[in-house]
Nanobody, 122 residues
Framework: QLQASGGGLVQVGTSLRLSCAVS????????MAWFRQGPGKEREFVAD????????YYGDSVKGRFTISRDNAKNTVYLQMNNLNPEDTAVYYC?????????????????WGQGTLVTVSS
């Protein structure tokens, strides 16, 4: 089970950190990711990280501004978001992938959190 938190209303250019608490066993082969869905938009890949080696992937729109990380001891994944802009406004979802697949494809993820809303105001 995944529990996302940390969303809120922020100003342009500021930062926010999202958390995703993972309950249950995790395995080295697992990947964790963040996706987002803005108003009237399709779900978009944001970032992915492997539990074991911490290898990361990022969507083009967030590269250089967002950082995904994990704390294996706390079974928690984070998304540090810097220099936020109004285009980042969305519901952010954390997701878990238990098997091989495409890291950017929502259909390849097996478990989803409930989402947390991030609103960036200008």
């Amino acid at each position: 089970q995944l529990q996302a938190s940390g969303g809120g209303l922020v100003q342009v250019g500021t930062s926010l950190r999202l958390s995703c608490a993972v309950s249950g066993r995790t395995f080295p082969s697992h990947h964790m990711a963040w996706f987002r869905q803005g108003p009237g938009k399709e779900r978009e890949f944001v970032a992915d990280i492997s539990w074991s080696l911490g290898v990361t992937y990022y969507g083009d729109s967030v590269k250089g501004r967002f950082t995904i990380s994990r704390d294996n001891a706390k079974n928690t994944v984070y998304l540090q978001m810097n220099n936020l802009n109004p285009e980042d406004t969305a519901v952010y979802y954390c997701a878990a992938r238990y098997y091989s697949g495409d890291y950017y494809q929502p259909k390849d993820y097996n478990s989803w959190g409930q989402g947390t809303l991030v609103t960036v105001s200008s």
